[in-house]
């Protein structure tokens, strides 16, 4: 599964039709954005497909999917946010299935140690299924997760003032396999598109045993039919 994940910088970077552009040239099954505007609607105008954006209170932005195959609506699942004042929208991941994956579009906070508490967040709502958290984590340095592993492309995804580099564009995985991970050329953001190839890893997905359960975790069956974790 081809995956395209870009931060478009609210208003002032991509337009819709940049996004437009990408989609077409490189022919994602799945296309993430950060700092989504309400324009980026229009996409199945130009692309046809399907759209979801979800919404920041208090902000112009959110998070934001296209694809060309049809899915459930997305959830939104509320983040650990800072007990400062007016430290204001409250994040939120945006959690969806394409086939047996089950993926989570995140904008993380600045702060170091609160952008851990909510990735650790995403994690435990993820864990136990064929999944990957994409997108925008503003860390600095190593990301440990137990249980998942860091396959995004190795190299800057953002220049802080057009100087300093960082990258902040990644992609941690639990029960898949990368093939491709990449980070294409800047555009009008001032982060790089990351272009990932994802495919469920040896022993994973429903045609291996894997069943979900009522509480959408996953469980194996053994030669006896016997469920186990």
């Known amino acids: 599964m081809k995956v395209i994940s870009w931060n478009l910088l609210r208003l002032t970077g991509a337009a819709v039709e ?6 077409r040239r490189e022919k994602p099954d799945l296309f993430l954005m950060q700092e989504a505007t309400r324009p980026m609607a229009a996409l199945p105008e130009l692309l046809g497909g399907h759209f979801h954006r979800l919404s920041w209170l208090g902000r112009i932005h ?4 296209w694809s060309p195959h049809r899915f459930a609506v997305p959830k939104a699942l509320p983040l650990p946010a800072s ?4 430290r204001l929208p409250r994040r939120r991941a945006q959690i969806l299935q394409l086939g047996e994956i089950t993926f989570a579009n995140v904008h993380l906070s600045h702060g170091q140690l609160l952008n851990r508490r909510q990735l650790e967040r995403v994690a435990s709502a993820l864990r136990g299924k064929p999944a990957a958290i994409i997108g925008d ?5 190593r990301v440990a997760l137990p249980g998942f592993s860091d396959v995004g492309p190795r190299v800057p995804t953002h220049f802080a003032s057009n100087v300093v580099p960082f990258r902040l564009d990644r992609c941690l995985v639990h029960g898949l396999d990368c093939r491709v991970a990449s980070a294409l050329a800047f555009g009008p953001s001032d982060h790089r598109p990351i272009r990932l190839e994802l495919a469920l890893a040896d022993g994973w997905g429903a045609s291996s045993g894997l069943r979900a359960r009522p509480d959408h975790r996953w469980t194996k069956r053994d030669r006896l039919k016997r469920l186990y974790r």
Request: no cysteine.
């Open 83 to 86: 007990r400062l004042p007016g």
């Open 18 to 23: 940049d996004v437009a552009a990408l989609a």
């Open 62 to 65: 959110g998070l934001a999917v």
């Open 137 to 141: 984590y503003n860390m600095v340095g």
